[in-house]
Nanobody
Framework: VQLVESGGGLVQPGGSLTLSCAAS????????MAWYRQAPGKQRELVAA???????NYADSVKGRFTISRTNANNTVSLQINSLKPDDTGVYYC????????????WGQGTQVTVSS
């Protein structure tokens, strides 16, 4: 199983990024996919999740700025990030959760997002 993230980088406050995650080795269309982030010195936190049917949920801190989407035909999940703030800085991880488990089954290696002027 592989989850490979891409799209991170250095962005100025107010800017935008799109993160992508390509999954392989799983039956993608039965997994809930999610993005987590971990800021320096903080615990990893859930940012956004999307069910196989397309239902989404977001952390309060990102509602209205982040949009998660998935393309089951391509086994990909994306995170569109707008109006970036310095507090959005961190390593962003893609995860896949099997419907029978309460927590993520697989993790990607992470992609760094740095918001700074």
């Amino acid at each position: 199983v592989q989850l490979v993230e891409s799209g991170g980088g250095l962005v100025q406050p107010g800017g935008s990024l799109t993160l992508s995650c390509a999954a392989s080795g799983i039956t993608f269309n039965i997994y809930t996919m999610a993005w987590y982030r971990q800021a320096p010195g903080k615990q990893r936190e859930l940012v956004a999740a999307i069910t196989p049917g397309g239902s989404t949920n977001y952390a309060d801190s990102v509602k209205g700025r982040f949009t998660i989407s998935r393309t089951n035909a391509n086994n990909t999940v994306s995170l569109q990030i707008n109006s970036l703030k310095p507090d959005d800085t961190g390593v962003y991880y893609c995860s896949a959760r099997h419907p029978w488990t309460p927590s993520p089954s697989y993790w990607g290696q992470g992609t760094q997002v740095t918001v700074s002027s």
